[in-house]
Nanobody, 123 residues
């Protein structure tokens, strides 16, 4: 069982940056691939970024590629997502998720989910 708690969201102006954190409980955190997803009002939850259990493999959605970084600290049971050059279209609730498999963009591959943190980007 893995419990996930996101933090770091907030209101930021376009062009700014945010660093989201996801703290995980459980001693097996390092065995899970981790992902960040986001969901805007009235839209589906979509993949943002993923990282393998070792941190050696990362993947990014085209919408954030080049301006975001996903990382993890297995000693702290925490995964991070930094997004720079924020745009109003980045406004969404951001969720972290854990998968016992490899890094995936597929929602169904992730067994555990946090409750999300709101990111609002003003123009």
């Amino acid at each position: 069982q893995v419990q996930l708690v996101e933090s770091g969201g907030g209101l930021v102006q376009a062009g700014g940056s945010l660093r989201l954190s996801c703290a995980a409980s459980g001693r097996t955190f390092s065995r899970y691939a981790m992902g960040w997803f986001r969901q805007a009002p009235g839209k589906e939850r979509t993949f943002v970024a993923g990282i393998s259990w070792s941190g050696g493999i990362t993947d990014y959605a085209d919408s954030v590629k080049g301006r975001s970084t996903i990382s993890r600290d297995n000693a702290k049971n925490t995964v991070y997502l930094e997004v720079n050059s924020l745009k109003p279209e980045d406004t969404a609730v951001y969720f972290c998720a854990a998968s016992p498999d490899y890094v995936s963009r597929t929602y169904a591959r992730y067994n555990y989910w946090g409750r999300g943190t709101q990111v609002t980007v003003s123009s």
